[in-house]
């Protein structure tokens, strides 16, 4: 149940919201940027790794054999470039550019390390984002930073990952938002 509500789609929409409601000048530019990051972003990917699913490419929505992982970090890494330069070039608000650029390094990063070892996704999405939601609102945010081992453990007991694979994926996607995220999100 942890791993379906906080699954990558979840977290990175309501990251989006929330990055686009923090820095747009108004409700409807909130929405406006929201709506254009969501359907060129999550909506593409969620389509495609549906379609793969259903015509049995990949074994799930959140593939759990590493060799089939790989596709969908190219495919989100490529759906983040694209949707960067169209948000960069109509001029989206600074702080939605700077989760475009973290989300884009982490998929990188995440790729990479895809060939050769299997990180957990879900436990790397949910410390990011209490990361990010850290740094944006202080103390008040510290309760989110509980959902990271919560996650990692149902990661674990449904034997998707490994202690490793949990662990490691939090620290990574924690440090490159610190590393990537937080200087341009202060730019």
Same mark, same amino acid.
């Given at each position: 149940?942890?791993? $379906?509500?906080? $699954?990558?789609?979840?977290?990175?929409?309501?990251?989006?919201? =929330?990055?686009?409601?923090?820095?747009?000048?108004?409700?409807?530019?909130?929405?406006k940027?929201?709506?254009?990051?969501?359907a060129?972003?999550?909506?593409?990917?969620?389509?495609?790794?549906?379609?793969?699913?259903?015509?049995?490419? &990949?074994?799930?929505?959140?593939? $759990?054999?590493? %060799?089939?992982?790989?596709?969908?970090?190219?495919?989100?890494?490529?759906?983040?470039?694209?949707?960067?330069?169209?948000?960069?070039?109509?001029?989206?608000?600074?702080?939605l550019?700077?989760?475009?650029?973290?989300?884009?390094?982490?998929?990188?990063?995440?790729?990479?390390?895809n060939?050769?070892?299997?990180?957990?996704l879900?436990?790397? &999405?949910?410390?990011?984002?209490?990361?990010? =939601?850290?740094?944006?609102?202080?103390?008040?945010?510290v309760?989110?930073?509980?959902?990271?081992?919560?996650?990692?453990?149902?990661?674990? %007991?449904? %034997?998707?990952?490994? =202690?490793?694979?949990?662990?490691?994926?939090?620290?990574?996607?924690?440090?490159?938002?610190v590393?990537?995220?937080?200087?341009?999100? =202060?730019a």
């Open positions: 149940m942890t791993s $379906n509500i906080l $699954n990558p789609f979840w977290l990175i929409m309501a990251m989006i919201l =929330l990055l686009s409601f923090t820095s747009a000048a108004s409700t409807l530019d909130a929405l940027w929201a709506f254009v990051s969501i060129m972003s999550i909506l593409p990917v969620f389509l495609i790794i549906f379609y793969l699913v259903r015509r049995g490419s &990949l074994d799930a929505v959140f593939t $759990n054999v590493r %060799e089939q992982r790989t596709r969908i970090y190219l495919l989100g890494g490529f759906c983040a470039v694209i949707s960067y330069i169209i948000l960069a070039y109509s001029g989206a608000p600074s702080l550019m700077a989760g475009f650029i973290t989300g884009l390094s982490t998929a990188i990063i995440f790729t990479g390390i060939l050769w070892w299997k990180i957990s879900h436990t790397a &999405l949910v410390a990011a984002s209490a990361t990010v =939601l850290v740094m944006l609102y202080g103390w008040i945010a309760g989110s930073v509980a959902l990271v081992p919560l996650t990692g453990w149902a990661r674990i %007991e449904l %034997e998707y990952h490994s =202690l490793a694979q949990a662990i490691s994926g939090a620290l990574l996607a924690a440090l490159i938002v590393v990537v995220f937080y200087p341009l999100a =202060l």
